[in-house]
């Protein structure tokens, strides 16, 4: 019902049954297809922080941070200059993107040190970034630019299969990553393939984020402020965090591209620039406290 204009509950029960209406379009070709997409987008990218959290043992640890998303969007639009051919180039290229982000992000001492990991994260994502911009003629990044505005219902059918395809395979892993909060010594002296586990929850969170990316673009910090809000109000098992994450980011997610809609009629505020709105000051009141909420600690 939100939106340029408003559509009260009656009008809305009205125009379903009036498709060549003007108002059936707005709603169900602009507006529907959007808030699916912002529910599948969010809850992917708060489940892909949680995967990454897990992994390296770090509250902050999230794709849009360290490079992963960034890498993706470039490889993107390396693709839409060079490869304008290939059949659903934006997904296979910010896939290579991401995988060519995360064997740099895991190699050498980084994976090893919380504060190495962070910044090597940060530095990557700086020159994607830059490196972007440097293709696009030094246009605005694209991390602010992210927005469900353009999504057609292709899209959204396209976020439905590559979304639902990889959440569905995070809850039935979820068992795995509790296995991580243990040290890697204990888990070999009891036989579980701690690399195995490891890679296979890092490659699923990368899909995740980069299937978001391939579409929407860039939005941050979804996987930290979720994942460490799911901690304090259902605790550390990730059987229960997963769930929670998946449906808490798509609420988050939704609200955000929401607001973002109304609060200046006519003009609107991108998803990602919301988020970044949001999740700042979340990631500093994190930090500066020292620990992150309930214990997970962040040094």
């Not at 896939?95 to 992000?105: D, F, K, R, S, Y």
């Not at 579409?215 to 605790?235: D, Q, S, W």
Request: contains cysteine; proline residues 5%; positive net charge.
């Amino acid at each position: 019902m939100a939106g340029t204009t408003w559509i009260g509950p009656g009008r809305l029960w009205t125009i379903a049954s009036q498709p060549a209406s003007r108002d059936f379009v707005t709603v169900f070709n602009l507006r529907l297809p959007r808030i699916v997409s912002s529910l599948i987008c969010g809850g992917s990218l708060a489940v892909a922080g949680a995967l990454f959290q897990a992994v390296f043992r770090n509250p902050i640890a999230d794709p849009s941070i360290l490079g992963i998303s960034s890498a993706a969007d470039f490889f993107k639009l390396g693709g839409a200059l060079l490869l304008p051919w290939l059949p659903g180039r934006n997904w296979v290229l910010a896939l290579i993107g991401g995988l060519v982000a995360l064997t740099i992000l895991t190699s050498g001492k980084a994976l090893r040190d919380p504060y190495r990991l962070i910044i090597v994260g940060v530095a990557l994502d700086a020159t994607f970034v830059g490196l972007a911009r440097l293709v696009s003629s030094g246009q605005a990044a694209q991390v602010m630019q992210s927005t469900f505005n353009a999504v057609t219902w292709r899209d959204t059918v396209a976020l439905l299969i590559l979304g639902l395809l990889g959440l569905v395979v995070a809850l039935l892993l979820a068992p795995w990553a509790n296995y991580l909060k243990l040290a890697d010594t204990a888990l070999q002296t009891i036989g579980v393939p701690v690399r195995v586990i490891r890679w296979s929850l890092l490659l699923l969170g990368m899909y995740l984020a980069v299937s978001v990316t391939a579409i929407v673009g860039t939005i941050p910090f979804v996987g930290i402020v979720i994942p460490n809000l799911a901690r304090r109000f259902v605790g550390h098992d990730y059987q229960t965090l997963i769930p929670f994450s998946m449906l808490a980011g798509a609420w988050l997610m939704l609200a955000a591209d929401t607001l973002g809609r109304t609060i200046i009629v006519p003009s609107e505020i991108s998803a990602a620039t919301m988020m970044a709105v949001i999740g700042g000051p979340f990631v500093i009141i994190l930090l500066q406290r020292g620990r992150g909420f309930h214990g997970i600690t962040t040094r």
